[in-house]
């Protein structure tokens, strides 16, 4: 069948798709139907079914033959350490440690944070959880203690597991440290931690509270499968929205089995005991669904890399690994070549391994600027894959669905709506835009199994960030159009969040650290373009009348401040001061003004602005960071 006619049955017969796509799960018991509606606009997927998240990844493969096959390869560059764990010891593995939960009183709804590096650990703490019905959060290792305590008092977590330490090129993080500050921190304190000792920084231990992983996998009892109901939560995923408070996104479990499922063949050209690889961290949507998840639900051998695209040892790393472990796809952010392209231009790493094993690439997380895309369909020679999705979504969006047929590709689109996508480009009285105009993306209700139902005790948050502006639609935070054939096109997100090496984050939080600060009257946090990065934050901050420190000191606390309360994955490192920022004349910031300055495009002086003089003071200050130039 041809994406059209793949596209027009699922249009035709939602209920049939989604019922013949979940005959691929084995279910305890078989849902009745697919799309629950009666409570619209909040809509669920199979929700009388039970099925168990770790039986479909795991032991089903264990049972059906497939127990020898590897399931997850560590490779990790950084430590020099590698290993392969077949589906047999992934299923004796987490079962003990969920045994080991059991024993400690975690039951089906009680949640459970990990905090956790790039260690095939992370996925064993994730199956456990999901294996006895509990719902784990986890929090990417590059935040810090302050943004790891919202998400406890959030989650409320019974446990945590964590790791002592992660490894970032030229220094150990030690973990445990920013854990006991966030159990500090935080009103909400969990019953006990598991963590997971590792030889390159050993974290002391709290009696009582903190337990040795291998002393508790050793003597644990190992725990059965738990069904749960298909609108069980499987987890909840914080991402950045426009304020400091992360929204908990919620996965449905039977939704999120059908849906990554369905995606693996289809979009992602895999048939089980095929090798695929992402390399982006579990931290992340993307670390959720085709790290762990999707490629164990559908038998596949994943890669857990722990390392960067250049730096361990070199920009070759990722050819080493596809060659080394035979990879046939491969999923990374278009930064990461960015990175790849800009130590090796030429591709003489490339040209040192056999890619046989490689057939497809595919890129998310952020816009695929057209120039990587070019470079490395030159460089490849194979289907380079932009695709479109979020952390709201869980699966793509948009695609080119190389498992249906190789669509042709077209740069800067990150190609066609997938089945269950129904996406509209609508003005902002909610009317549909002819193609080739820009407006907001939205998509019809309802969105497709697997994607948000709701946000983690935020009902009304959901609402309003999501469906309020546009009835019977669920907003992306995206604009961009459509062309003549349907292709659609990423251009900027409509609200307060950036991304920066494929990583959301969210200005308004950086502004409320900023202004903390005891100096800072006033602040700004704008996204400059960035050639690597794609975007990088850059602070504007005004000083109480009266400060007499000088500007660059405050500036240089500014910065610290923002890495100690989110964390250095925020990659904030300018801040300028200025006198005064640009606003209306009814008092809002000017931001998007100031990120055409930033970024020498044109701009339309906004007719509301309460003075014009500001923004030549501004532009003063850009350039002093090296900016509007
Ligand atoms: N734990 C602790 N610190 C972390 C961390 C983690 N898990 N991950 C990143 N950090 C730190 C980094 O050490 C860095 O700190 P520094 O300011 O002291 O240098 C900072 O956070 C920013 O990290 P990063 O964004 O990784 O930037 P980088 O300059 O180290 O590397 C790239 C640049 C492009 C190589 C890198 O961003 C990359 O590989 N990006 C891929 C992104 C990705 O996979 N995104 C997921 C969406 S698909
Ligand atoms: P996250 O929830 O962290 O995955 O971030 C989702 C956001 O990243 C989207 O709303 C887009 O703004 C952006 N994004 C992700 N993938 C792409 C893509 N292929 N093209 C353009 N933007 C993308």
Same mark, same amino acid.
């Given at each position: 069948?041809a994406y059209?006619d793949v596209?027009?049955?699922?249009q035709?017969? /939602? +209920?049939a798709f ?5 005959q691929?799960?084995d279910w305890?018991?078989?849902?009745s ?9 909040l809509?669920e ?5 039970m099925?168990? @998240?770790?039986y479909n990844?795991?032991?089903r493969?264990?049972?059906n033959?497939?127990?020898d096959?590897?399931?997850i390869?560590?490779?990790s560059p950084i430590?020099? =350490?590698q ?5 047999a +010891? ?5 079962a003990?440690?969920?045994?080991t939960?059991q024993e400690?009183?975690?039951e089906?709804?009680?949640r ?5 590096p790039m260690?095939?650990?992370a996925l064993?703490a994730?199956l456990?959880?999901?294996?006895i019905?509990a719902i784990h959060?986890?929090?990417f290792?590059?935040?810090?203690s302050?943004?790891l305590? &919202? ?5 409320k977590?019974k446990?945590?597991i964590?790791?002592s ?5 030229g220094?150990?993080?030690?973990y445990?440290p ?5 159990i500090?921190?935080a ?10 000792q590792r030889e390159?920084?050993?974290a002391?231990?709290i009696?009582g509270?903190?337990?040795d992983?291998?002393?508790?996998e050793?003597s ?6 738990v069904?749960?109901?298909g ?5 909840i995923?914080?991402t950045?929205? @426009?304020t400091?408070q992360?929204?908990g996104v919620?996965?449905h479990?039977?939704?999120?089995l &059908? ?6 063949k289809?979009?992602?050209?895999v048939?089980?005991?095929d090798v695929?690889?992402v390399?982006?961290? &579990? ?10 998840y ?8 994943t890669?857990v890399?722990e ?6 040892p070199?920009?070759?790393t990722?050819w080493?690994v596809i060659?080394?472990?035979k990879?046939?796809?491969?999923f ?5 070549f960015?990175?790849?392209k800009r130590?090796?231009?030429?591709g003489?790493?490339i040209?040192?391994?056999d890619l046989?094993c490689?057939?497809q690439?595919y890129?998310?997380?952020?816009r695929?600027?057209p ?6 369909q030159?460089?490849?020679?194979m289907?380079?894959v932009?695709h479109?999705?979020q952390?709201?979504?869980g699966?793509?969006?948009?695609a080119n669905p190389?498992g249906?047929?190789?669509? %042709?590709?077209k740069?800067g689109?990150?190609?066609v709506?997938? %089945?269950g996508?129904d996406?509209?480009?609508?003005d902002?009285?909610?009317?549909e835009l002819p193609a080739?105009?820009l ?5 019809k209700l309802?969105?497709p /199994?697997? @994607?948000?139902p709701n ?6 948050r959901f609402?309003?960030?999501y ?5 019977g639609y669920?907003e992306t935070?995206?604009a961009?159009y459509?062309?003549?054939d349907g292709?659609?096109y990423?251009?900027?997100?409509t609200d307060?969040v950036i991304?920066v ?6 200005t308004?939080?950086?502004?409320e &650290?900023?202004?903390?600060?005891p100096d800072?009257?006033?602040c700004a946090v704008?996204?400059?373009t960035?050639?690597?990065?794609g975007?990088?934050?850059?602070g ?6 009266g @400060?007499d420190?000088p500007?660059?000191?405050?500036a240089?606390e500014?910065v610290?401040l923002v890495r100690?309360k989110i964390?250095?994955?925020?990659a904030f ?8 920022l640009p606003?209306t =004349?009814s ?12 970024d020498?495009t044109?701009y339309k002086m906004?007719a509301?602005?309460?003075d014009?003089a500001?923004l030549?003071?501004i =532009?003063d200050?850009?350039q ?6």
């Amino acid at each position: 069948m041809a994406y059209k006619d793949v596209y027009a049955a699922w249009q035709a017969d /939602p +209920e049939a798709f989604w019922m013949d796509a979940a005959q691929a799960i084995d279910w305890d018991k078989l849902p009745s139907k697919a799309l629950f509606d009666e409570n619209a606009p909040l809509y669920e997927w199979f929700s009388d079914g039970m099925v168990n @998240t770790c039986y479909n990844a795991v032991d089903r493969h264990v049972e059906n033959g497939r127990g020898d096959q590897v399931a997850i390869i560590y490779d990790s560059p950084i430590t020099g =350490r590698q290993a392969k764990i077949t589906y047999a +010891e992934l299923k004796t593995r987490v079962a003990a440690l969920a045994g080991t939960l059991q024993e400690k009183g975690v039951e089906k709804g009680d949640r459970v944070i990990i905090y956790m590096p790039m260690v095939a650990e992370a996925l064993m703490a994730m199956l456990a959880v999901t294996r006895i019905g509990a719902i784990h959060s986890v929090v990417f290792g590059g935040f810090a203690s302050k943004e790891l305590a &919202v998400r406890i008092d959030d989650a409320k977590p019974k446990a945590i597991i964590a790791a002592s330490c992660g490894i970032e090129p030229g220094r150990v993080v030690a973990y445990k440290p920013l854990l006991d500050g966030a159990i500090d921190i935080a009103e909400h304190k969990p019953d006990f931690t598991i963590i997971l000792q590792r030889e390159e920084s050993p974290a002391d231990l709290i009696e009582g509270r903190d337990h040795d992983w291998a002393d508790l996998e050793a003597s644990a009892t190992p725990a059965d499968c738990v069904p749960v109901e298909g609108n069980h939560p499987a987890y909840i995923l914080y991402t950045s929205g @426009t304020t400091g408070q992360p929204k908990g996104v919620i996965r449905h479990t039977g939704g999120h089995l &059908v849906a990554l499922n369905w995606t693996m063949k289809n979009i992602y050209n895999v048939d089980p005991g095929d090798v695929f690889w992402v390399a982006s961290d &579990v931290g992340w949507v993307v670390g959720h669904s085709y790290i762990a998840y999707a490629p164990l639900i559908h038998g596949n051998t994943t890669v857990v890399f722990e390392g960067k695209p250049v730096g361990t040892p070199d920009a070759g790393t990722f050819w080493r690994v596809i060659s080394e472990h035979k990879v046939k796809s491969f999923f990374t952010a278009p930064t990461a070549f960015r990175a790849v392209k800009r130590e090796d231009p030429k591709g003489e790493f490339i040209k040192k391994y056999d890619l046989s094993c490689l057939k497809q690439v595919y890129l998310a997380g952020e816009r695929a600027d057209p120039d990587t895309i070019v470079w490395a369909q030159e460089q490849l020679q194979m289907p380079i894959v932009d695709h479109w999705w979020q952390t709201e979504t869980g699966f793509a969006i948009a695609a080119n669905p190389l498992g249906i047929e190789e669509l %042709p590709t077209k740069l800067g689109s990150p190609s066609v709506p997938m %089945p269950g996508y129904d996406v509209q480009i609508l003005d902002e009285g909610g009317h549909e835009l002819p193609a080739g105009e820009l407006g907001a993306i939205a998509i019809k209700l309802p969105l497709p /199994p697997g @994607t948000l139902p709701n946000l983690w005790n935020a009902e009304e948050r959901f609402k309003s960030s999501y469906l309020n502006t546009f009835p019977g639609y669920y907003e992306t935070g995206d604009a961009g159009y459509k062309d003549e054939d349907g292709y659609l096109y990423i251009m900027a997100r409509t609200d307060d969040v950036i991304n920066v090496a494929g990583h959301r984050l969210s200005t308004g939080g950086m502004e409320e &650290v900023l202004a903390s600060h005891p100096d800072v009257a006033e602040c700004a946090v704008i996204g400059v373009t960035d050639t690597l990065k794609g975007q990088l934050p850059l602070g504007l901050i005004c000083l109480n009348a009266g @400060t007499d420190r000088p500007d660059d000191e405050v500036a240089a606390e500014c910065v610290k401040l923002v890495r100690e309360k989110i964390g250095p994955v925020a990659a904030f490192k300018l801040c300028v001061v200025v006198d005064r920022l640009p606003k209306t =004349r009814s008092g809002k910031i000017l931001r998007a003004t100031m990120v055409s300055i930033a970024d020498g495009t044109d701009y339309k002086m906004p007719a509301t602005i309460d003075d014009p003089a500001v923004l030549d003071e501004i =532009r003063d200050a850009l350039q002093s960071l090296g900016y509007s130039q």
